[in-house]
Each structure stands twice: as structure tokens, then as C-alpha cells.
């Protein structure tokens, strides 16, 4: 079976890994981590590099149709939600975002939410691959010159304020270990963090089992929704996260 996912950057080392020991064959179309910043921007790039395949194999420059489209992402803020399926089915797993698929299930999420859900994660993907750790004191430095040199130092100091309110949610800093590489420089930099921010530090293991479906395509509908052509993606509040409509 020929499968081509379309993912974040951030699960690069382990979607990697796993690529090189599934029997079948995978593409892998990597998006940069900072589309997660923007949803409305995500939704449109996903379509775009989806269009995108079509374009290629249209040319020749993809040789060889995919059976399956999988994504690499969650429901990451209703971003999946408008993604259409053409003709080739879209596999898109019922999580709310990439640190389920770090987890392994959308249940581990919603129980380690359940012991500390003041928790924000991080792992050596999402590291090495963001300009910034959280909101770090040198980023935040550098935006409220910039914003002091447009708006004036008043309101430069309302905005930074402004950005950096998300933090009161937060009371601890998560840090999940990767079973394929895991930096122990990236974890240092973690407790650093957590210790600046008077948080509390919770290092947990990962389970490759989500991405591991991905890659080997054993889906099954609980966990994985199914696009079928014609239909595409719209949210789903019953807990499954994801569910198809028509698309008209």
C-alpha cells in the first residue's frame, strides 16, 4: 500500500523512523510548525499541498498515486476542519492535537489533562523545530522593541502583557520523552524553563502506537476518521473529535 502523509514538522524523527520500518511505502510532505500559530493559515496550506499531490501526479512528477492521504495532525484548534477529499481517501486521527499522537491515544491525553490540566508539553520535536521556547525572555524582548518603535512604550508594554496572559493557565511544564531520540539538552532546557516560570516539571514517556497506525494503515474508526471522496472534514462534538459531511 502507498500512503503519503501530510504532517507538522515536530513528528519528523519518529514518523521517520517508523516510515523506515513500515512494509509499505510512504511519502512524507513536511509543514512547518509555526502554521500552528495560525489555524485559517494551516487549513489552507493542507488543502493547498493536498491540490498539490493532484498537480504532481497530473505532471508526472509523482509517479505513483497514493492509496491513502494521512495527516499528521490533530482537530489543532478546528485547523483540519474544511479539508476536503477529492477522490483519494483522507486518514485523519481524532485527537485534538500532535501531543495525543506523542501519547499514543487520545485517552492518555485526556488523563494526563485529568491529573494536571494546567500542563503545557513539549518534547525534543517541538524544540528543535520552533523559534522560540514558550515565550522566552530574549523573544519577548525583541517584540516589545518592536513594538515600542510602532506604537510607543505604553502600548508596547499592553501588548506584551496582552500575549503573554495565556501563561496564568499554566502551572506546569510537560516534557514527553522520545523512545526514538530523545536530547538530553532539550530536556535540560525544559527543567530551565519550568524552574524560571516557578512551574512544576512532569517528564512522561511517549508511545508510538498513533503514529505507528499511520504509517502501517491500521486504522480503525474509533481512532481514525476515514474521508471518503466527496466529503470533507467538519468537527465533531460527541468526543470523536472529527466527523465527514458533504462537501457542497
Avoid at 23 to 30: A, F, H, R, S
Avoid at 118 to 130: F, K, P, R
Amino acid at each position: 500500500m502507498r500512503i503519503h502523509i501530510v504532517a507538522c514538522r515536530i513528528l519528523s524523527r519518529e514518523l521517520n523512523y517508523l516510515a523506515s520500518q513500515s512494509g509499505n511505502q510512504i511519502d512524507i510532505t513536511w509543514l512547518g510548525r509555526g502554521l500552528h500559530n495560525t489555524p485559517d493559515q494551516l487549513r489552507k496550506k493542507l488543502n493547498g499541498t493536498i491540490d498539490g499531490l493532484y498537480e504532481q501526479l497530473e505532471s508526472r512528477a509523482l509517479e505513483h498515486r497514493p492509496d491513502y492521504i494521512v495527516l499528521g495532525y490533530g482537530l489543532c484548534s478546528n485547523a483540519v476542519v474544511g479539508v476536503r477529499c477529492t477522490d483519494i481517501p483522507i486518514v485523519v486521527p481524532r485527537t485534538d492535537d500532535c501531543i495525543a499522537l506523542f501519547m499514543g491515544s487520545q485517552k492518555r491525553y485526556l488523563e494526563e489533562f485529568a491529573k494536571a490540566g494546567g500542563t503545557y508539553w513539549l518534547n525534543s520535536g517541538w524544540i528543535e523545530h520552533s523559534a522560540r521556547l514558550i515565550n522566552g525572555e530574549d523573544m519577548k524582548r525583541r517584540r516589545w522593541l518592536e513594538y515600542a518603535e510602532k506604537f510607543g512604550e505604553d502600548n508596547a508594554d499592553y501588548l506584551i502583557e496582552v500575549e503573554s496572559s495565556w501563561e496564568q493557565n499554566y502551572t506546569t511544564l510537560g516534557y514527553i520523552r522520545s523512545s526514538v531520540y530523545d536530547s538530553p539538552s532539550n530536556r535540560e532546557m525544559t527543567a530551565c524553563e519550568a524552574k524560571k516560570k516557578g512551574w512544576e516539571l512532569n517528564e512522561i514517556d511517549d508511545d508510538l502506537r498513533l503514529l505507528r497506525m499511520m504509517v502501517e494503515g491500521t486504522w480503525n474508526e474509533e481512532e481514525f476518521l476515514i474521508l471518503k471522496p466527496g466529503e470533507r472534514i467538519a468537527a465533531d462534538y460527541t468526543g470523536l473529535k472529527l466527523k465527514a459531511v458533504k462537501d457542497e
